[in-house]
T-cell receptor, first 111, second 117 residues
């Protein structure tokens, strides 16, 4: 079945850029997503990219998609302490009926 | 515009009991999906409801069930609770069924945290 892999931890200094990476096995997903989860909260949709696009920029967020390598990344510019959270990469299953999530990357931002 | 509302936010049950969780979707959203989040298994899809019918189901035992009402509100039920059912249960709503349209992104609620003792 579909598998989504992410590195578990990333630590950066405030003001630096953060890059969170994700790889997936099945390329049938029409859209690919990034969600953010803060402690004790649900999932917040950050951004998503259509599978025919290579890049999408949304304020401080840049999503890069390399379909050939099945690699998705999220870049956060000028990372702030408020960006500390768990970031989940998600793709749709083959039927397009549910999301398959990675295990999440914990981003720690120090001042 | 109100977001996805889940109740209760926290609850504690004992093994063998049953539990019912409630989800009110964003106004106008007709599809409700449920996901289970545990430290070991991560986020896993439970089921999706659209127009009061279960449209899709994940790989969970029959103890997990749900329903959707005519106003799109949804409930999920877990019977004969086991320790391993301790998790954060997340509800998400979207405009329509399925995820192949860019208009059908999932908006999640804050979750119901279930602890089974």
């Amino acid at each position: 079945g579909e598998d989504v892999e992410q590195s578990l931890f990333l630590s950066v200094r405030e003001g630096d850029s953060s890059v969170i990476n994700c790889t997936y096995t099945d390329s049938s997903s029409t859209y690919l997503y990034w969600y953010k989860q803060e402690p004790g909260a649900g999932l917040q949709l950050l951004t998503y990219i259509f599978s025919n696009m290579d890049m999408k920029q949304d304020q401080r967020l840049t999503v890069l998609l390399n379909k050939k390598d099945k690699h998705l990344s999220l870049r956060i510019a000028d990372t702030q302490t408020g960006d500390s959270a768990i970031y989940f990469c998600a793709v749709t299953n083959q039927a397009g009926t549910a999301l398959i999530f990675g295990k999440g990357t914990t981003l720690s931002v120090s001042s | 515009k109100a977001g996805v509302t889940q109740t209760p936010r926290y609850l504690i049950k004992t093994r063998g009991q049953q539990v019912t969780l409630s989800c009110s979707p964003i106004s106008g959203h007709r599809s409700v999906s449920w996901y289970q989040q545990t430290p070991g298994q991560g986020l896993q899809f439970l089921f999706e409801y659209f127009s009061e019918t279960q449209r899709n189901k994940g790989n969970f035992p029959g103890r997990f069930s749900g329903r959707q009402f005519s106003n799109s509100r949804s409930e999920m039920n877990v019977s004969t609770l086991e320790l391993g059912d301790s998790a954060l249960y997340l509800c998400a709503s979207s405009l329509g069924q399925g995820l192949v349209s860019g208009a059908n992104v999932l908006t999640f609620g804050a979750g119901s945290r279930l602890t089974v003792l």
